[in-house]
């Protein structure tokens, strides 16, 4: 009963266990690519050709180009087989020297164990010679020990290093100032057209299909931006810019909002902006209300917002003076300025 | 970057001063002593004049080509429209209290700005910087500057 007992053990339990550990996935030899080592056993009939049966072992090695492979020498010279399954070797027919006369073989399979340790396959062949002819088979049988080849190491391609964000800006901006001077030129010529009535149409059009060409890319290069970084500061003021030349206010809006919230403009940064335009328009101290008439109307009329920027009513943000500020800048102001005026950290 | 503004601004400039030309330029009136209310001055027009803001505002609005001279408190402007629905306005001086600095950078200065008929923004002959954002030029770029400072 305890007998019994341990078979049922061994059986139901330990068997698949064990059988768990070492099988493994079949092999199929039709997609590798190198070589295996044999040891293969030869048996040669003979006996129709008044011979014996004798059988020799070879040391062979197989070299694999997936779908091909030749054999070494065992006994009939190298051949080259076809793989018309993943285990099975294909080889056709062919005539070999065999002194004094020849030897037409035939057609014949190798079949190998899909675990890589063992093959085997026959064929026959008919000799033919100044001495006679007569016909013999031989068959093959081959064992391998190392087991299957290992894998091959895949090695991925390398990809570019992904650029900072900083530099994904800059190449947009490359395309974005080639756009920029598209839309410049495409202002002149539609003004042309207008101051002189000589028509301009074919130009304008041209320019306008590079323009529509150029902005879809320009657009993808920052919102890969914005969509890794919302807030990014420089890449909200190009959109703003960009969508404010295609005349899409709302959007415009959105972008420049977005860029004056971002937190980027911080007190020193507002004080940077202040100091390069006072430098700019040759100001040794900032113009103020105090002294300025110009500067007061200047002020009031921010202070009294009347709501209209491309015909949508922007609420005046009462809270945040500075920010207002900086919003009314970005609303009218070159955006060279604002860009190249602001050091973000 | 600095190739591209050159670029930008040489046809900006080209488009201003082909503007100047076909939207026709009026003569700088005289300065007239700080602190006086508004005034309008009637400089003999070389095209059609007005009389005040609110008629040039009504030709501006129909393309129609008009000439009006206003000094204020801030300074002397000209303001100019072109059958081709063009509007052009020039700071021609500023108060004389203003500074060198503020002189320098302004007086001469102008802008264009491009509308279409019955869609006239009168924003930009009553105000500094109101509709400026639809307007190109000197001056519009040193006003929007002057909009950072507090």
């Given at each position: 009963m305890r007998g019994i007992l341990s078979l049922f053990i061994l059986f139901g339990f330990l068997l698949p266990l064990l059988h768990a550990q070492v099988s493994m996935p079949p092999w199929n030899w039709s997609q590798y690519s190198g070589t295996s080592q044999w040891q293969v056993t030869v048996t040669e009939d003979q006996?129709?050709?008044?011979?014996?049966?004798?059988?020799?072992?070879?040391?062979?090695?197989?070299?694999?180009?997936?779908?091909?492979?030749?054999?070494g020498d065992v006994g009939h010279g190298p051949a080259t087989g076809t793989f018309i399954s993943g285990n099975v070797l294909h080889f056709r027919s062919r005539t070999v020297s065999d002194p004094p006369g020849t030897s037409t073989l035939s057609d014949y399979d190798i079949y190998f164990t899909t675990d890589c340790a063992s093959f085997a396959g026959e064929y026959t062949w008919d000799y033919s010679g100044s001495d006679g002819s007569c016909s013999g088979s031989t068959s093959l049988s081959g064992t391998n020990t190392q087991g299957c080849?290992?894998?091959?190491?895949?090695?991925?391609?390398?990809?570019?290093?992904?650029?900072?964000?900083?530099?994904?800006?800059?190449?947009?901006?490359?395309?974005?100032?080639?756009?920029?001077?598209?839309?410049?030129?495409?202002?002149?010529?539609?003004?042309?057209n207008l101051l002189t009535g000589e028509s301009q149409d074919a130009q304008i059009n041209a320019v306008q299909d590079r323009i529509d060409s150029l902005e879809p890319s320009i657009e993808a290069k920052y919102k890969k931006v914005l969509d890794a970084d919302p807030n990014n500061f420089e890449a909200?003021?190009?959109?703003?810019?960009?969508?404010?030349?295609?005349?899409?206010?709302?959007?415009?809006?959105?972008?420049?909002?977005?860029?004056?919230?971002?937190?980027?403009?911080?007190?020193?940064?507002?004080?940077?902006?202040?100091?390069?335009?006072?430098?700019?328009?040759?100001?040794?101290?900032?113009?103020k209300p105090a002294n300025s008439l110009l500067m007061r109307k200047v002020g009031t009329e921010k202070g009294n917002w009347q709501g209209g920027l491309y015909g949508m009513d922007v609420p005046k943000e009462s809270s945040d003076k500075s920010l207002w500020d900086i919003k009314v800048y970005f609303t009218v102001g070159p955006w060279e300025g604002i860009v190249k005026s602001i050091v973000v950290n | 970057m600095a190739k591209t503004i050159e670029k930008r601004v040489a046809l900006m400039l080209a488009a201003g001063i082909l503007i100047l030309f076909l939207a026709g330029c009026s003569s700088p009136s005289q300065n007239l002593p700080a602190g006086n209310a508004q005034n309008i001055t009637n400089a003999p027009p070389a095209s059609p004049g007005c009389g005040n803001e609110a008629c040039f505002i009504t030709a501006a609005n129909n393309c129609e080509s008009m000439n009006l001279t206003v000094t204020d408190e801030v300074g002397t402007f000209s303001f100019s429209s072109s059958k081709s629905c063009v509007f052009t306005k020039t700071l021609v001086s500023l108060n004389a209290n203003e500074t060198r600095e503020m002189k320098n950078a302004l007086e001469g200065k102008s802008m264009y700005c491009i509308y279409e008929k019955g869609n006239f923004d009168q924003r930009w002959v009553t105000s500094l910087i109101y509709g400026l954002e639809n307007c190109q030029g000197d001056l519009k770029d040193r006003l929007a500057d002057l909009t950072i400072f507090p």
């Open positions: 006996t129709a050709c008044h011979g014996p049966i004798f059988t020799n072992t070879y040391g062979v090695i197989i070299q694999h180009d997936q779908t091909t492979a030749v054999m080849p290992a894998p091959p190491i895949v090695i991925p391609p390398s990809k570019p290093p992904e650029l900072t964000p900083e530099e994904q800006v800059a190449a947009a901006r490359s395309d974005l100032n080639n756009d920029f001077d598209l839309r410049g030129e495409l202002k002149y010529l539609n003004l042309q909200n003021v190009d959109m703003a810019e960009l969508k404010r030349s295609q005349g899409l206010t709302h959007e415009y809006y959105e972008y420049m909002d977005r860029a004056a919230n971002s937190g980027a403009v911080t007190a020193s940064v507002r004080d940077a902006m202040e100091k390069s335009i006072a430098r700019e328009l040759g100001f040794s101290t900032f113009p | -």
